[in-house]
Every structure is written in structure tokens, then in C-alpha cells.
């Protein structure tokens, strides 16, 4: 995300998923089309009925994904990927911290598969604003299930045919593996074999879609397969700026040592994050940081499977709420969230707040990293610390 963009919440659409128990409307929706969605779709409706009916707690992917999600609302980018070259620059800290295991919840689209397979989370929630978000970590989760391998994945991505002896690249190196997409060119008929297989994978993880939702995840893919590698960060009505990383960039990004540690740069960390998807351990959720539902939701929901926060992934979202005047009802729910010593709050900011004087910052990046224990964000919350986004941005900051 970027500074300066308008982060406007509105009516949610008839097809937003909606807090607490299941509405009639959507357990309706989920029992009709369980049957052009597969097996898996009509079990996850089956398991909606019996535990509106009884009462219970519904666990599935879609049902889990239904309970935490709030009204969604309008921001101004498409975040079809990051724009933070930053991301990596506090896994040090995080580790010297450690945390690990638990739950994680970010915001955003891949960055936190990154942050997955670093604190590698019993489970992970990533929240967003937009349902486009939502329906693009659908996208994500159905090329996970689809791509044994981290070459088949970039692949598919970018709608590139796969040659036949695809998995002799599993134990490359990630430039290699890079080399091998860059050197595919497209196919526009493995391009729609890409496409048809995604969506038809996405059908069958229980959420209801409609026509539109489809069309969404088709033109998420669309952008990947025009743009490859080079697929960078844009912003509605304003040109795209020469800094913004291209997604080939965010995909090599170093921690501070130097080392690549994102979750394509290794078999290991590549399938640290399919695992989680393949069983459904990494839920989309749509909510406002800052609303009503959302977020504590999701707290209740850690607390509920014996868990406490590992990792809590805010980007820049607090300079929005700190502009709307919702920082502090997002502080008062950061503040009931299940933790521990280890549990971490991680940032990225820019500009003003965050220029080459913030203590964390790294010559030649736009964006800054920087993390810092939950507890301590509480305290200084609680003790009047916070009177402004900089300090937000640099009051107790871990040693990085």
C-alpha cells in the first residue's frame, strides 16, 4: 500500500459475506450450488446446515471465511502486488524475537506468504478492505493447490505452458527458476488451459461466487499473464511511479544480510505456504482493521483454537486509520487480541514518517520495515505514547 490514497468504506455488495451466524440468504446460496461445485463445495454446505442447525461452531473454509468477514469497502489500488521492497528487512528481528508458530494475520496480497514461511503459523488470516483481495488469495490458494513446485507456479501465474520435465527445476535456485519463466514466452492457449484450470479449481473450495466474483478472478489473472514478472503496483488515476518494484524484483528481494529468504526462494519455504493452503490454514477474510467485526472476530477465532498472535502484519493501513480517526478503536481491539512476549507487530511506511532519518530505514528503498512487540504497542497506546502516525511508526521499535 502507499501513502495519500482514499480508503472509503461502502455499502457492501448483496454477494459480501456477512459477521456472526450464517445468514438464511447465504446458507441458501451454499446449498445451491453445492452441486456444480464438486464434492468438496457440497460437503462444506452439508457442514453449514448441520451446524446452523445445532448450534455448533462451522470450521470449514467457507463457512470460517463467512463468520470472520465483515462489509467490505473501497481503496483506491488495485495491490494486485506489493509495492514494499522493505518486506524482508525485519525477519532478523523476528527471529531474535521468537516468533514462531501460532497465528499470523496480514494485509495485502503475497508479501505475507513471505512472512508465513518465515514464523510458519498453525494457521493465517489475511484481512483486507477490499473483497478483490479476498478473491485474489482464492486465486492464490487454487495455484498453490495446483503447483507442486515453485517453477509450475510462477508458471501458471503468468500462464506460461509448462514444459514437460517441469520438476527437474524444483531444486534450482530461485534466479533459475526465474530465468525459466522469463525465457517461456506466452502461449495464448496455455494462457486459457491457466485460466480454466485456476477457476475451476477455485469453485471447489465452498465459497459462493457470483458471476462477477468470476470475472474478477479471471481479470486478477489476465493482469499476471499481460504483465509476467514485470507486473508492478498501480494506483487508480495516477501513473504508476518509476520506484514501484515489478513483481520479478519483490520475488529476489534480501533480508538485511543479504540472504533470499522469500517464500519462493526455497523448495522448503515454497512448501511451508502450500501446505497451509492445502489445508485450508490460510483463510481470506474481508474487514475493515479499524470496524466493527473483522478483526476481533479473528482474535476470538485464534483464542478458539488454543492459539495466541505470533505475527500481526499491518503494512501501512494505521496511516489510514489514523486519518479517519479509527486508530484508536483499532488499538482498543489489537489490545484483546490472544498474545504472547513473542507476538509482533509488523510495518511498512513511507514518506514523511518514514524517510532516510527513521531508524530502520535501508538506503535505496522507498519503503521501511520495522517491527514491534504487541505489548509494547499496547502500553504506549495505553499510556498516551501515540499521539501521532510518526510515533506510531517509531515509538518502541524492535532492534532490527
Not at 514462531?100 to 510458519?120: C, K, L, W
Not at 534450482?172 to 525465457?183: C, N, P, Y
Not at 526462494?265 to 492445502?278: D, H, I, K
Request: net charge positive.
Amino acid at each position: 500500500m502507499i501513502p495519500h490514497a482514499r480508503r472509503v468504506p461502502v455499502a457492501p455488495p448483496a454477494r459480501a459475506a456477512l459477521p456472526a451466524a450464517l445468514p438464511a440468504a447465504l446458507l441458501a446460496i451454499l446449498l445451491a450450488g453445492a452441486a456444480c461445485r464438486g464434492p468438496r463445495a457440497a460437503d462444506a454446505a452439508g457442514e453449514v446446515a448441520s451446524s446452523v442447525a445445532g448450534g455448533a461452531v462451522d470450521s470449514t473454509f467457507g463457512a470460517t471465511i463467512a463468520r470472520l468477514s465483515e462489509p467490505g469497502g473501497y481503496f483506491d489500488s488495485d495491490n494486485l502486488v506489493s509495492n514494499e521492497t522493505s518486506v524482508l528487512h525485519v525477519l532478523g528481528a523476528l527471529e531474535r524475537r521468537g516468533t514462531r508458530g501460532g497465528a499470523y494475520v496480514g494485509v495485502g496480497p503475497e508479501q505475507n506468504f513471505s512472512y508465513i514461511a518465515a514464523v510458519r503459523p498453525r494457521v493465517a488470516y489475511v484481512i483486507d478492505i477490499r473483497r478483490d483481495n479476498l478473491l485474489q488469495q482464492l486465486w492464490y490458494k487454487a495455484l498453490f493447490e495446483l503447483a507442486p513446485d515453485r517453477a509450475s507456479f510462477l508458471l501458471l501465474l503468468t500462464g506460461r505452458p509448462l514444459p514437460p520435465d517441469v520438476a527437474r527445476w524444483r531444486d534450482s535456485t530461485l534466479e533459475a527458476v526465474i530465468a525459466l519463466v522469463d525465457r517461456t514466452p506466452p502461449d495464448s492457449a496455455a494462457a486459457a488451459r491457466a485460466r480454466a484450470r485456476v477457476g475451476e479449481t477455485v469453485l471447489g473450495f465452498g465459497v459462493p461466487l457470483d458471476t462477477a466474483d468470476r470475472a474478477t478472478i479471471a481479470r486478477i489473472h489476465d493482469a499476471f499473464i499481460e504483465a509476467g514478472l514485470d507486473l508492478r503496483f498501480t494506483s487508480f488515476g495516477r501513473r504508476p511511479r518509476a520506484y514501484y518494484p515489478t513483481l520479478r524484483q519483490l520475488l529476489l528481494a534480501e533480508d538485511r544480510d543479504g540472504n533470499r529468504l522469500g517464500f519462493l526462494a526455497s523448495p522448503e519455504r515454497y512448501g511451508v505456504v502450500r501446505r497451509l493452503e492445502l489445508e485450508d490454514r490460510v483463510i481470506p477474510v474481508v474487514g475493515d482493521l479499524a470496524g466493527s467485526h473483522a478483526l476481533a472476530a479473528i482474535g476470538r477465532d485464534i483464542a478458539r483454537r488454543g492459539l495466541v498472535l505470533s505475527a500481526f502484519y499491518t503494512s501501512n493501513v494505521e496511516f489510514y486509520l489514523w486519518g479517519d480517526g479509527t486508530f484508536e478503536r483499532f488499538a482498543r481491539t489489537v489490545a484483546t487480541l490472544p498474545r504472547d512476549r513473542h507476538s509482533v507487530i509488523i510495518r511498512s511506511c513511507f514518506g514523511f514518517a518514514c524517510g532516510p532519518a527513521h531508524p530502520d530505514a535501508v538506503p535505496g528503498h522507498y519503503s521501511v520495515q520495522s517491527a514491534q512487540a504487541v505489548d509494547d504497542f499496547v502500553a504506549a497506546q495505553r499510556g498516551g505514547e501515540l499521539g501521532s502516525y510518526t510515533d506510531v511508526v517509531r515509538a518502541r521499535l524492535l532492534p532490527h
